[in-house]
């Protein structure tokens, strides 16, 4: 378990900066009975330059207001106020490289009525960059995602990592590193907490948005994929193609772009070394640190 606070540790908390060891959560809290409440996961990295920068900062917090916006959460932050205080939060706790957790979340309500009113919180603790040369064992997941008519999808909610616990942890227990979730019409949709890409005879591919968190890393993937011009594609496709591709990948935040050695044991026959994939980990690994 990773050591997220001491009796020392700041959290920013609806305005004012406080010491985590002090704050109080209701037990009442309608967040915490229904897991309706939205989040983030952000990361904040030590530059070439020596300075702490949070990577896509205004992308995070632009997608905490739609999450929050689309499930009817109270939101009236401002992107820019909250990043200064995402600043501020990493300063009090000399952090440079870190995970940011912004929370917004509803105090006690044991009804399923709206809230006037709502919490934000903002909390960071030391991460390093990861980008680990060890290629991950995937399993393809008994689990679906959740359905997009019933569930926001496109929304950080936190009820919907009950089913990203659930996968991960199935797939831990059959010794596999990690899950694969397909959508409600059995295609390829994304892990328990990372987007999805796949390289086949010199093309990326990966799945379309709707049944998905549109991930922003998979945009900067996309993105890196025209600055490298390299073709890549958003399609809904099966696990069966995903068997048959040279390499794969999952990229998100926290794991930033990872490679896969194989799926439901079936191994990548391309050297991760010798892949367009490795080339699009390469480039991540230096936009984050701004080496150019
Ligand atoms: N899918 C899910 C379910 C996730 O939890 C995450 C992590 N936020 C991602 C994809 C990747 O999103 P991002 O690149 O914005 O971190």
């Known amino acids: 378990m990773a050591n997220y606070f001491n ?43 020596g300075e702490t920068k949070i990577f896509k900062a205004k992308e995070h917090y632009d997608r905490l207001r739609v999450s929050a916006e689309t499930l009817s959460l109270p939101y009236e932050y401002d992107t820019d106020e909250l990043i200064a205080a995402t600043y501020k939060v990493l300063a009090d706790n000399n952090l440079q490289d870190a995970y940011i957790r912004p929370l917004v979340y509803v105090g006690e309500n044991m009804s399923f009525n709206k809230n006037t009113s709502a919490h934000l919180t903002i909390q960071a603790w030391e991460m390093g960059a990861f980008l680990g040369d060890k290629l991950l064992r995937i399993m393809t997941s008994s689990f679906e995602r959740p359905n997009p008519k019933g569930f926001k999808i496109h929304a950080k909610a936190a009820g919907h990592y009950v089913n990203s616990i659930m996968a991960s942890q199935e797939a831990k227990a059959k010794g596999y590193d990690e899950a694969l979730l397909t959508d409600m019409n059995g295609f390829v949709a994304e892990g328990p907490g990372a987007n999805v890409f796949y390289e086949k005879d010199g093309k990326l591919f990966t799945p379309s948005l709707g049944n998905i968190l549109p991930g922003i890393t998979r945009a900067t993937v996309l993105e890196i994929c025209q600055a490298l011009a390299l073709p890549v594609e958003e399609k809904f496709f099966t696990v069966e193609e995903l068997y048959g591709a040279d390499a794969a990948f999952f990229c998100g935040t926290a794991a930033e772009v990872i490679g896969w050695e194989s799926l439901d044991g079936k191994p990548f026959t391309k050297n991760w070394d010798e892949t367009l994939s490795k080339k699009i980990q390469e480039t991540y690994s230096a936009l984050i640190v701004e080496k150019k």
């Open 7 to 49: 009796e020392d540790t700041i959290i920013y908390l609806d305005g004012a900066f406080v010491k985590a060891a002090d704050t109080k959560m209701n037990l009442y809290s309608q967040s915490l009975h229904y897991g309706y409440a939205v989040f983030e996961g952000i990361r904040s990295y030590r530059t070439k330059s």
